[in-house]
């Protein structure tokens, strides 16, 4: 698992000074304005994904739990899989044509100039979905099956071409709205072809076939459909915010809010990529009825998630702006504060991925859909009335951090239910342990910045060593202190 989470961290490294650059270039080139209307257009889309998402959380849950039990019938499921997700390209795209063209002519937000533009990067983005949808199968076997470098390797070959090809948008001299729409296409065929061609090529014992259970058939479905809800949930969660925002405030403050989105993403990688090595081990321990152990991956993955958004967010919560300054040439309004209000609900957050994968891995996620669900989707509704009231641009945020708590703890609640975590134990040894370090690492770096000063470059390396040190004296056991204090020395003896 260790070796499964370097590379992934190897991927995310280079995954995140790509994007950031990218981000750059993409805001130098296209401007603001259109900059807001490609995370306008694109999130409608993305409103489609809460079915892929429902279907790639089941598929990989199915995939690992099959293997964890050995008894052959993933090459079954997998198939089942894969006609499931063409039935529902054609689902989607019947829902884009229809629904989703009438919420873009009827509701968003796009200066006139530019509407025929957004139309086209519509459509394309809509093709560039079907076909990520067709690689999510590939995906969730390569991660079942845990091959990270593999899996890694593939993800740094795609950045690498978006690199170059966001880099070519600065020579060229057409609607870069539209090319880099068409860029994004081309990174989705090549998204699809690399894990399909290494699936063929590493995993022999999964072939797909034209088969059909109608057992097999109404246990995805049954499974998928609460996950359906739960997933609609998460999106609307996200995108609904920003969809409210460009109808209150326009595609400029739509910018603001998309680059703070991308910041946010580039922090989360980290304990996505801690996540993608642990859950597969969740559901296999489930499987297995070795639950003892599942319970104390629950607990790790939690605490290790919390402290590495903390480790990297509070550099980043410190020197906003100066970061802003040296990544961006042009910063939208209202980003700064953008930033550090979705880091916090990030922060808030953090423990709740682990407890997500064990409440997946028991398959009993009907009440644990409607009530989680049921909290996230609130987020529109409340947030839309004070909007109303209030027009300011960051209540959205406000609300989801309020929002997420809630989930958080109902999470919790769920999964003492199911696999019998205990919550004092929970709260006690990962939640107000892991807090507590955070807020030592915070009070240190305002006493010693207050003493020292310090700008800049200066102020993000003094707060990350302090950060360091508090994390590693606070947040670790003795166990976890043995094993990077060896890692550390084997290091330094080779030099």
């Known amino acids: ?73 993933i090459s079954n499921y997998f198939s089942m899989t ?33 509407f025929s533009a957004a139309i086209t990067v519509y459509q394309v983005s809509v093709l560039t979905f ?47 709205l539209i090319v880099y729409s068409i860029i994004s296409l081309f990174l989705s065929f090549i998204s699809f072809l690399l894990p399909f061609y290494f699936c063929k090529k590493q ?40 969809i409210l925002i460009n109808i209150f405030f326009g595609p400029t403050v ?15 990688g980290f304990t996505t990529n801690i996540n993608t090595a642990i859950n597969p081990q969740i559901i296999k321990r489930y499987s297995s009825n070795e639950l003892e152990s599942m319970l104390g991956l629950v607990k790790n993955g939690s605490k290790y998630s919390f402290l590495v958004i903390g480790f990297i967010s509070i550099p980043i919560l410190f020197n906003t702006e100066y970061i802003l300054s040296i990544w961006l040439t042009e910063v939208p309004e209202y980003t700064v504060s953008f930033i550090q209000l979705i880091i916090i609900d990030s922060l808030v957050c953090g423990f709740s991925a682990p407890l997500m994968t064990s409440v997946q891995a028991t398959g009993k996620i009907k009440y644990y859909q409607i009530i989680v669900g049921g909290l996230l989707l609130l987020n529109i509704p409340i947030s839309y009335f004070l909007l109303i009231k209030y027009s300011n641009p960051l209540i959205p945020l406000l609300v989801t951090i309020a929002l997420s708590f809630i989930a958080f703890n109902a999470r919790l609640f769920f999964t003492r239910s199911l696999i019998g975590l205990g919550i004092r134990d929970f709260y006690l040894n ?6 507590v370090t955070i807020l030592i690492s915070i009070s240190a770096n305002l006493f010693v910045l207050n003493k020292v000063g310090g700008f800049g470059f200066l102020n993000i390396v003094i707060v990350g060593l302090i950060n360091s040190v508090c994390i590693f004296i606070f947040g670790l056991n003795r166990t976890e202190k043995k094993f990077i204090s060896s890692k550390i020395f084997s290091v330094l003896k080779k030099y």
């Open 1 to 73: 698992m260790i070796k499964n989470s370097f590379f992934l961290l190897f991927k995310l490294l280079i995954t995140l000074f790509v994007t950031l650059y990218c981000s750059r270039v993409l805001l130098q080139e296209l401007g603001i304005e259109d900059f807001g209307i490609y995370n306008i257009v694109g999130g409608i889309v993305s409103l489609l994904s809460f079915l892929t998402g429902a279907l790639a959380s089941s598929s990989q849950r199915f995939f690992s739990y099959e293997l964890g039990k050995n008894n052959g019938n």
């Open 82 to 114: 894969m006609i499931v997700y063409f039935i529902l390209s054609i689902v989607l795209v019947i829902i884009s044509q229809t629904i989703g063209l009438w919420f873009i002519y009827e509701k968003i937000n796009i200066p006139s100039v530019r």
């Open 430 to 435: 990962v939640v107000i342990k892991s807090i």
């Open 254 to 268: 739509n910018a603001a809010r998309g680059l703070a989105v991308q910041v946010n993403s580039a922090i989360l």
């Open 203 to 242: 995993i022999k014992d999964v072939k797909f076939k034209i088969v059909w259970s109608r057992k097999r058939f109404n246990e995805l479905l049954s499974y998928s459909g609460w996950n359906l809800f739960g997933s609609l949930s998460a999106v609307g969660f996200n995108q609904g915010v920003n």
């Open 130 to 176: 079907i076909i990520s949808i067709m690689a999510a199968p590939f995906n969730a076997l390569l991660i079942s099956y845990e091959k990270m470098k593999l899996y890694s390797l593939i993800g740094i070959t795609i950045v690498i071409i978006r690199l170059l090809l966001v880099i070519s948008l600065i020579y060229i001299d057409a609607d870069k």
